[in-house]
Structure formats: C-alpha cells, structure tokens
C-alpha cells in the first residue's frame, strides 16, 4: 500500500501539493473536486505571476502552507503567496562559469521538507534553502563535469551537410529531475550522462535537429543518490552501470518477446575489444522516483546507454540502461530491474515517472508500479517482484520498431522523443484508468560512414532526424489498466509534452505546445473548458485547496526543442461564482 494525502473535507481547510507527484505514489490524481465537469467552464484567471526568465519551463510547483515554491529555468527559485501571487522571497541561482550545461536550462521543480527546499541544478549541484528566507543553507556538488569527454561534430566526415550545424547539446552531466526527500534523505539523479551529438536544425520553426551517435568513449555512468536533508552529506549511490556481467544474456528479444535484430555472434566476438565500454555506460536517471513506504522501496527510470544510437562499442544488453529499477529506499542496493529495451539504439530511455498502485491480478490484489514508455506501450509490474503483469495495447503507432539504420535511412516510430517523454501520467486507481501524453513524429535512421584515412580506419557513425515533412502531432490517451485496452484518444496538433493532472471533479487537464491549456471531461475525452495563454504550457498542472477555493496552477513557458513559444508565465485559476 502506499501513503497518499489525507483530504479534509471541502471548505473545511487546505490541502497541499506538498511533493513532485503529489505524493509518493506519483499518481497525480487529486481527491478534491470543487471544479468538476458540471462548473469547470466557470474557471478563470485567479492571478499571474511573470518571473522575467523565458526559456523551456517544466516544473511542477509545491504548494505546502499557503505558498508556493517554483523552479524557474536556470534553477532560479521563487516563494509566492499562493492566493495572491505576490513574491516572498526569491534565490538567484549562480551557475559555475563555463560550465559544459548538457540537457537546457529546465529543471521539474523542487522538493520541500525539513524547513529546506531543495533543487538539483543544471552544473550538478544539490542546493538547499532555507523555506522562510530562500537563503542557501548547504551546496554540494553531486557530480564531476570533468569525468565527461564529449563528442565533437569534427567527427563528422568533411562532405556531411551535418558539419555546417550548431551544436544543442552533448554527453554531460547535470540534474533535470526534481528531488524527492523521504525519511531525513533528498533523493536526486544526474542526466545527460548518455547523450550523443545534438545538432541544431536549419530550418524554420523546426528547433528540433539530428541526434549523432558514434562509437567511442563518450559520456560516463549515471546514478541515483541520497543525501541527508541537514548536511547534504551523500549516504549511498546506485550506479545505473551493473558493475559486473553489463553484458547481461546478449538477449535476442525484449523481455516481452519482440525481436531486436541484433548481431549477437558479432556482439560477443567484440566483446573483448571494449573492456572499459561500461565505464562510459549512460543510464541517466530522468525520473523523480516513487516510493513504496511500506515495503521500503523505490521505482525510478533509466535512460539510454552511451554512446547513444550506435552500439558497435558497447556489446551486449548494456544493464541497467533503459529500465525500471527498483532499490531499498534505506540502502540504495538493487532489488530487481526490468529492462524495457536491451542494448537500445532508438533513444527509448524509461523516462515518464514510475507510478504506484493496487492492481486486481488472478484474483488477488497486487501492489503494482506502471511506467508510460517511450517505445509506446504501458507497463504494470508486480512490485515487490518486478513481474510483467500487464502490457497495454500500443497507444502510439510502431513502424519498424527495432530495426537497424540503413544508408538510405530508415522511418521508425515511436522516434526518440517517443511515444511518452519526461512526461508524467495521472492514474486514476479507483476506476484504473491511466492517462497519459504522448508523441506522433517519425524519424528517419541512418548509416553513414567516415571514410578510412591513412592514419585511422574507417568510422560508422549513426544519424536519428526528426522528419518536417510528414504529419506530426500529438495524443491524449485513457487506458484500461484491467483490459490494457484504450478507451479514448484525443489527437492535438503539436506533440504533446509536459504532463498531466487528473481529479475526483472527473477532469483530466493538460497543455499544449500552441498555448492552450485545457480541461478534458475524464469519461470521453470531450474539451470541456480551454484558456489560450501565451507561451507553450508544457509543464505539468497542479491543484490545490486554501480556505475552501481550489486552484489549478500551471507554467507556460514553451519549449526549445519543439520549437514551442517561450516565455515565463505562471498561471492559477479559479472558479468565477
């Protein structure tokens, strides 16, 4: 079972948003439901507040005793009276100079616990503040930028149109993710560690380039870590590398059976030319975990392997890259891992935030953790044991899944946006219904080779491109967690991205790229209510209770990679009686 927010009764008091996920349970599905499908077209503006920052924003607010604490990009923080919007105290973030910055200025928020609010920062810092003041109290650094080598676009051979193209980003290292705290320790991972060469686009409202994968020693091994809440000193760390057999069984298939077209004869002859692959393994953890309090477990996500796409250098399943992983929440030590993609070559990192619940199964209750992946379909495990129970039906569509690139390129779907992304989910456990954000846009795969020169041999090197001139869009989707059947599906018109908020109001409110931020009725999928703001809202919804009002808060500020307007709106509404 797992610990979920007690609700006082409507007008009785207040009711926080008080972790990541609400709570640890990360199910994202609020009990109050004063704005319902009968009263949400009465919702407007309560008030705005404009931090000056415009860039890609995607935190989830806290809100705990009538404020609210909200990471801007850049891992700028404000404290904001959360009926009025007027600002109480806001810290500055100094990054270091020069710091190689991997992954964009967004970060998901911060954690608030202890008298502390937490962030975890784009130059791999975990800073802690005082609640009151927004003074810095402690600021470590949770990893070594210096232990990243990089890829260069020198690599590229000199006739490649890709030579001319600026560079987005690369293998590093910082913190996307927001921390979680859980008995005296603040939970954070690193990202960017799996990264290949990403490539700016040339073309006009298409920010989103081509990613390069090399064979090499790029990148380093990702990690999840806990550190206590008063000193900020590190109390265990689980590395997203298997420090033994990172090879594992050179499966032919994922776990659930689908074929992986691999070389497995050519993988283990190689195997011997690499020893030191996993030392540059990936794994970046991108997900908040969610926590079991009664069994003393963790859940979280990891991300593709290094070098990104091209798998010559790195034989084998590349454990535990792109899977599920649960961890004793006290010792940080393994207790099993589902690996979604073995030896991934598709970017298919487990991303969107593990979520927990109570699963009918042959008869019995199950205590169950589902995951939204990127390859597009939902996963519910047992778990305590980590046992597939059920996988849903694709609620994306899948073309060549899992097969290799080729000189003349081939079209994949999901691509390596996926499917779901960071996003994350909202479960409704009483009814088990799933709803989740996804992403419609094909990719092309290519094999491209640098030719042999008289000093070096021949170099392949592999090329993923999101494709302009096919359809795009993206898909809201409710999922039958019994069946795993989809019993509605809502079609937007720019990829969906940023997260969801469901409620006991029988809503289901997610924003747009375009800057539509919208109430769906949680039955149908019917647009029951919509504001037009003015930048994408790609971060994920909140609501909360002060003196009997609820409100549903969220951040508009767009998103570099899609190309999504940015600016740096904080909106809240309420109902107008």
Known sequence: MVATIVLTPVFAGDIDWPTYGLDH????????????????????????????IKATFQATPIMVDRTIFLSLPFNHVVALDAVTGRQLWRYDHQRKKDYPMCCGPANRGVAVADGKVFIGTVDARLIALDVQSGKVL????????????????????????????????????????????????????VTGVGFGLHLDSDRDGAPLGT???????????GFLAAFDVNTGKRIWQFDTIAPVNWEGEFSQTTPDGITLHRDIEK????????PEAAKYGGGSAWSTPAIDAKNGLLYFGTGNPSPQMDGTSRPGDNLYTVSLVCLDVNT????????QVPHDQWGYDVASPAVLFDYPHRGKLVPAVGQAAKIGWYYIHNRLTGEL???SEEFVAHQNTFT?????????????????????????AKKLVAYVPAIHWPVKYTKRVLPASPSKPAVEYTTLEPLMDVPRWGVLSAIDLASGKVKWQRKTAQPLVGGLLATEGNLVFM???????????????????????DAGVNAPPITYQIDGVQYVAVAAGGNQIFGYKAGDMFQVYKLNH
């Open 267 to 274: 993988e283990r002859a190689d195997l011997s030319k690499y």
């Open 138 to 189: 402690w600021d470590i650094e949770v990893a070594d930028a210096g232990s990243v080598k990089s890829e260069s676009i020198a690599s590229l051979k000199d006739s490649d149109p890709l030579r001319k193209a600026g560079i987005a980003g690369q293998s590093g290292v910082g913190i996307a993710m927001a921390p979680v705290v859980y008995q005296g320790k603040v939970l954070i991972g």
């Open 25 to 52: 349970s990360n199910r994202r599905y609020s009990g109050i439901d004063q704005i319902n499908t009968g009263n949400v077209n009465k919702l407007s503006r309560a008030w705005t507040y404009q931090s000056g």
């Open 389 to 391: 129970l059920l996988k």
């Open 404 to 428: 290799n690139p080729t000189p003349e390129g081939q079209v994949i779907l999901p691509g390596v946006l996926g499917g779901v992304s960071w996003s994350p989910t909202s479960v409704d």
């Open 511 to 533: 924003g747009e790229g375009g800057g539509r931020f919208n109430a769906y009725d949680a039955t149908t999928g019917q647009v029951l209510w919509s504001d037009q703001l």
């Open 332 to 339: 940080g030590k393994i207790r099993w891992h589902y690996q």
């Open 211 to 221: 990613v390069v994968g090399f064979a090499g020693s790029y990148g380093r091994s």
